[in-house]
């Protein structure tokens, strides 16, 4: 029930083209629902975050989608570019609590020129 | 310095050495925190400290033992470790633990066991 489950594992989109990588949760407790991006030879770093009180939350080309009554979230990428590559992960905690982040397994994404 | 930085950047010991990473965050933060990342799988929590004091060990092995002795450092010393110990060792950090505080990563210590 702590699991957060992300698809697909890996994903290759075409420049200006968008990206969609989905995650699944079961605990319904969950209140706090972040994407992180990785660039190789680097720690994540936050991308954007999301509270289950709005349904979609936009900044710039990032777009978080957010069904409560479906326990799913999805990051979309629009206008995908070659510096959008890298690896990225969702996760989830309760209260924001950040010891108790659960994350997802991560989807490496290649956007291709 | 900015950030959070984590030194040595790669580390290659056998499984009968004794070796130590460290992280040095720059932010001014209270909290800490050590993760493991492994290729295809979640990453894992495994040691959590708050102003100093661990306050989590995710049922991490005796064979990884942390240090905390201040809010700006932290440590994992590392012995008699095995091969599958060999991952992505991720330091973290954040104003505070709870209250949807973002976590800052430092880059990792690429630790290889032979």
């Known amino acids: 029930q702590q699991q957060v489950k992300q698809s697909p594992q890996s994903l290759i989109v075409q420049k200006g083209g968008i990206s969609i990588i989905n995650c699944a949760y079961e605990n319904t407790a969950f209140d706090y629902f972040p994407w992180y991006q990785q660039f190789p030879g680097k720690g994540p770093a936050l991308l954007i975050a999301?509270?289950?009180?709005?349904s979609e939350k936009k900044e710039g080309r990032f777009t978080i989608s957010f069904n409560k009554s479906a326990k799913q979230f999805s990051l979309h990428i629009m206008d995908s570019q070659p510096g959008d590559s890298a690896t990225y992960f969702c996760a989830a905690s309760v209260g924001g609590a950040t010891n108790k982040l659960i994350f997802g397994t991560g989807t490496l994404l290649a956007v291709q020129p | 310095e900015t950030g959070v930085t984590q030194t040595p950047r790669h580390l290659v010991m056998g499984m009968t050495n004794k070796k130590s990473l460290k992280c040095e965050q720059h932010l001014g933060h209270n909290a800490m925190y050590w993760y493991k990342q492994s290729a295809k799988k979640p990453l894992e929590l495994m040691f959590v400290?708050?102003?100093?004091?661990?306050?989590e060990n995710n049922s991490v092995p005796s064979r990884f033992s942390p240090e905390c002795p201040n809010s700006s450092h932290l440590f994992l010393h590392l012995h008699t470790l095995q091969p599958e110990d060999s991952a992505l060792y991720l330091c973290a950090s954040s104003r505070e633990l709870a209250g949807y505080n973002e976590q800052f990563f430092g880059p990792g210590t690429r630790l290889t066991v032979l």
């Open positions: 400290y708050n102003f100093k004091e661990q306050t």
């Open positions: 999301i509270r289950p009180d709005v």
